[in-house]
């Protein structure tokens, strides 16, 4: 994910707060839609920036910038719904993906590599705690650096790390991958 420029504090004003929503919403709306599926998406992400919004004095850009302040509120909120990202994740194990997924050349090209495995995969990221999937699904959806990760759930630097080294860890057991075999490169 490419970072937008509005990197500044969210001020106190209405005006200014409404750029922050203008330049973060698409991205946030996605992410939790692909976390939750589209049902829970509008609230979450109407909650994330409501949260936002009421919290915005008490934003510190010290401590992350408002991209990442605001995928940090998002995840605590999928949190809540987790129950709800389980469910979705099961389901795709059962019946395969959604009917918004991407257009016909990409089903395709993701038919032929990695179809096979998307259930298994579902499931599999279902089964991972709260935490690990968290990690996992910044770093993968959201495309999150290990620091924004760790401002954004408030954890350290080498949480992040060992969380995602985990989830990675249990996906491959799951799927039944040799990590000795892996191409390193």
Do not use: C
């Not at 500044?8 to 939750?36: C, K, N, Q, W």
């Amino acid at each position: 994910m490419t970072t937008t420029p509005v990197e500044r504090p969210p001020e106190r004003s209405l005006d200014d707060f409404s750029a922050v929503f203008d330049a973060y919403f698409g991205e946030i709306h996605g992410y939790v839609t692909r976390r939750l599926g589209p049902g829970h998406a509008e609230d979450v992400v109407a909650e994330t920036f409501l949260t936002a919004f009421r919290k915005r004095a008490r934003y510190d850009p010290a401590r992350a910038g408002v991209r990442t302040w605001l995928y940090g509120i998002a995840t605590n909120l999928i949190g809540k719904h987790r129950r709800a990202e389980v469910r979705a994740l099961r389901a795709m194990n059962r019946y395969g993906p959604p009917a918004d997924s991407p257009g016909h050349e990409e089903r395709v090209a993701d038919q032929v590599s990695a179809e096979s495995l998307r259930p298994a995969l579902a499931e599999a990221i279902a089964r991972l705690g709260r935490g690990e999937r968290d990690v996992l699904l910044l770093t993968a959806l959201a495309g999150l650096s290990h620091e924004e990760i760790a401002a954004a759930l408030g954890i350290s630097y080498g949480t992040v790390g060992s969380r995602l080294s985990r989830a990675r860890s249990k996906i491959r057991a799951a799927l039944g991958a040799d990590p000795t075999k892996e191409n390193h490169g």
